[in-house]
């Protein structure tokens, strides 16, 4: 990959605009990541180690999906939902290996 711009001591970071959108887009053409409401946050994960779709999420994908959904409910002001997740093995282990960031399987496409 080219690089994404340069680094300078004195007049600071200076990004190549498509070179950064090229970059935002790695973790959309991922099908696994596509419809993660994680994407924003970890850009996809390694772009070299990130297992195969047909195969489990790796502890990654399913360590950032548990702590931003935490996350997110404590930003949210929810912590008795948060709290009652946390709670709940079987409630957190759906959620981190849930195919789409629908809020219940009756929104997730087909």
Avoid: W
């Avoid at 990654?60 to 999906?65: G, V």
């Avoid at 997110?72 to 093995?89: P, T």
């Avoid at 282990?93 to 789409?100: G, I, K, S, V």
Wanted: proline letters at 5%; glycine letters at 6%; charged letters at 25%.
């Amino acid at each position: 990959m080219p690089d994404i711009g340069t680094l300078d001591a004195v007049h600071g970071a200076h990004f190549v605009p498509a070179a950064v959108d090229r970059v935002r887009r790695l973790a959309a053409e991922k099908d696994r990541c596509a419809r993660c409401f994680c994407q924003c946050i970890c850009a996809g994960g390694c772009h070299v180690n990130l297992v195969d779709a047909g195969r489990d999420y790796p502890d990654y994908c399913l360590q950032t999906r548990g702590i931003t959904a935490t996350r997110l409910l404590r930003d949210l002001d929810q912590d008795d939902l948060r709290c009652r997740l946390l709670a709940d093995r079987h409630a957190m282990q759906r959620l981190a290996t849930h195919p789409h960031d629908a809020l219940n399987a009756s929104q997730a496409a087909p």
